[in-house]
T-cell receptor, first 114, second 111 residues
Framework: DVKVTQSSRYLVKRTGEKVFLECVQD?????MFWYRQDPGLGLRLIYF???????EKGDIPEGYSVSREKKERFSLILESASTNQTSMYLC?????????????FGPGTRLTVT | GEDVEQSLFLSVREGDSSVINCTYT??????LYWYKQEPGAGLQLLTY?????DMKQDQRLTVLLNKKDKHLSLRIADTQTGDSAIYFC???????????FGTGTKLQVIP
């Protein structure tokens, strides 16, 4: 079974802090994604990566950056956390290929910025 | 970009059928997906349908696709309390296996 793990289930940070969210997958997937989930808005794509050191902006990249130094690990960085970044953050991974767009998700990190 | 809309909330009694609806704007998708998110967990693929199909049945789940109206639905027969979750429809978009998720429908099952 594919396993996607996230470093923390719950995180509380102060405004202005630098925040690191880590995601690790164990199935050698090329593609990895970071989403944030807010009620009534569904999942919105922040950044994705299709290979080591390769990254692309998603729909809402402002205030975030990412790092992918190893294939299995994809980090989301909040350079200076703000209260409007309080949210549930979900990491996902997938294999490249024709047609099959199934993504495998981690359990999520609920981040509160005070 | 792609718009994928769902109603936010659905409440049903245990044993009844649930129907969760999804409308979308882009008709070029080859697969259309339903994901389930149980409380406190990430999303998990529940089922999917190829765009050249009208219906797919998988045990208690029935997926209906109306391409003309760009409407996708998920029917859960004999709904159980364990079906309480948020359900997302999802469509592929662009390259790198990117997906657009709907807004999610929270299903509440009343015992």
């Amino acid at each position: 079974d594919v396993k996607v793990t996230q470093s923390s289930r719950y995180l509380v940070k102060r405004t202005g802090e630098k925040v690191f969210l880590e995601c690790v997958q164990d199935m050698d997937h090329e593609n990895m994604f970071w989403y944030r989930q807010d009620p009534g808005l569904g999942l919105r794509l922040i950044y994705f990566s299709y290979d080591v050191k390769m990254k692309e902006k998603g729909d809402i990249p402002e205030g975030y950056s990412v790092s992918r130094e190893k294939k299995e690990r994809f980090s989301l960085i909040l350079e200076s956390a703000s209260t409007n970044q309080t949210s549930m953050y979900l990491c996902a991974s997938s294999l490249p290929g024709q047609g099959n767009y199934e993504q495998y998700f981690g359990p999520g990190t609920r981040l509160t910025v005070t | 970009g792609e718009d994928v809309e769902q109603s936010l909330f659905l409440s049903v009694r245990e044993g009844d059928s649930s129907v969760i609806n999804c409308t979308y704007t882009d008709s070029s998708s080859t697969y259309l997906y339903w994901y389930k998110q149980e409380p406190g967990a990430g999303l998990q693929l529940l089922t999917y349908i190829f765009s050249n199909m009208d219906m797919k049945q998988d045990q208690r789940l029935t997926v209906l696709l109306n391409k003309k109206d760009k409407h996708l639905s998920l029917r859960i027969a004999d709904t159980q309390t364990g079906d309480s979750a948020i359900y997302f429809c999802a469509l592929p978009r662009g390259g790198y296996q990117k997906v657009t998720f709907g807004t999610g429908t929270k299903l509440q099952v009343i015992p």
